[in-house]
């Protein structure tokens, strides 16, 4: 498990889908704050597939590492645990996954049905993205448009992200740093403009950071 300050959650809400011997599979995912809004976005998908044969889901949150799962009448392990474990391996919290199946008439064996809902949640992953809650550093900078370029390049080579950007007399960057990367920052920008910029500090805030490249694993 991630540390308590610093964990992979997904990105956005997703959906993806795939057909395994005329079985179609439908795979929803969602960034997930609570068990009753996990439970919510399941009903959902209850009422918006209510003629298929299976709604299996799973959902984990990090608060008190809470794990839940259910095969909804698939074979007991070939649905919901795959699809966990899914999530598990990555290290995920914060995530809600339902992959909804309509059954085609060919029977898919327990083996089967455990790779193609592993599949599910896995492409519903890689569709979503990934990106990590911990502790940021925010910041407002203003500097003159001659600096702007130059200025983005140190925000990314410190791996910040550039929440806001006012364009006026000068521009006004809004900026959000790892842990550290105020200070690193700020003695660049030093000589870069021979002390004239400064950072201002917003203080910090526990929020989620920009996307991160995923690589497929089931």
Same mark, same amino acid.
């Not at 008439?105 to 911990?134: F, H, I, K, N, P």
């Not at 790892?178 to 690193?184: F, I, K």
């Given at each position: 498990?991630?540390?308590?300050?610093?964990?992979?959650?997904?990105?956005?809400?997703?959906?993806? *889908?795939?057909?395994?011997?005329?079985?179609?599979?439908?795979? %929803?995912?969602?960034?997930?704050?609570?068990? +009753? *809004?996990?439970?919510?976005?399941?009903?959902?998908?209850?009422? #918006?597939? %209510?003629?298929?044969?299976?709604?299996?889901?799973?959902?984990?949150? %990090? *608060?008190?590492?809470?794990?839940?799962?259910?095969?909804?009448? +698939? $074979?007991?392990?070939?649905?919901?645990?795959? &699809?966990?474990?899914?999530?598990?391996? =990555?290290?995920?919290?914060?995530?809600?996954?339902?992959?909804?199946?309509?059954?085609?008439?060919?029977?898919?064996? #327990?083996?089967?049905? !455990?790779?193609?809902?592993? =599949?599910?949640?896995?492409?519903?992953?890689?569709?979503?993205?990934?990106?990590?809650?911990?502790?940021?550093?925010?910041?407002?900078?203003?500097? $003159?448009?001659?600096?702007? +370029? @130059?200025?983005?390049?140190?925000?990314?080579?410190?791996?910040?992200?550039?929440? %806001? !950007?006012?364009?006026?007399?000068?521009?006004? &960057?809004?900026?959000?740093?790892?842990? /550290?990367?105020?200070?690193?920052?700020?003695?660049?920008? #030093? +000589?870069?403009?021979?002390?004239?910029?400064?950072?201002?500090?917003? /203080?910090?805030?526990?929020?989620?950071? $920009?996307? *991160?490249? !995923?690589?497929? @694993?089931?």
């Amino acid at each position: 498990m991630s540390g308590a300050l610093n964990y992979l959650i997904p990105y956005e809400a997703a959906q993806s *889908e795939f057909v395994e011997k005329k079985s179609r599979f439908i795979s %929803h995912i969602w960034r997930v704050e609570s068990e +009753e *809004e996990a439970r919510a976005r399941i009903e959902e998908m209850r009422k #918006t597939y %209510h003629d298929a044969r299976h709604n299996c889901w799973c959902y984990l949150l %990090h *608060e008190g590492a809470l794990l839940r799962y259910s095969d909804d009448g +698939e $074979p007991q392990g070939t649905a919901g645990q795959p &699809m966990l474990n899914v999530f598990q391996r =990555r290290e995920v919290w914060n995530v809600c996954c339902v992959v909804t199946r309509y059954f085609g008439g060919v029977l898919l064996g #327990t083996g089967g049905l !455990t790779r193609a809902y592993s =599949r599910g949640a896995s492409d519903a992953l890689e569709a979503a993205g990934l990106c990590r809650m911990c502790l940021w550093e925010r910041a407002e900078l203003m500097l $003159p448009y001659a600096l702007f +370029e @130059q200025v983005k390049l140190l925000v990314a080579g410190a791996d910040g992200v550039v929440e %806001h !950007t006012e364009y006026g007399a000068q521009i006004v &960057m809004r900026l959000a740093l790892p842990q /550290g990367g105020r200070d690193a920052l700020q003695a660049q920008l #030093t +000589e870069l403009s021979a002390g004239a910029l400064q950072l201002q500090s917003l /203080g910090d805030q526990f929020q989620p950071g $920009p996307r *991160e490249e !995923t690589a497929q @694993q089931r």
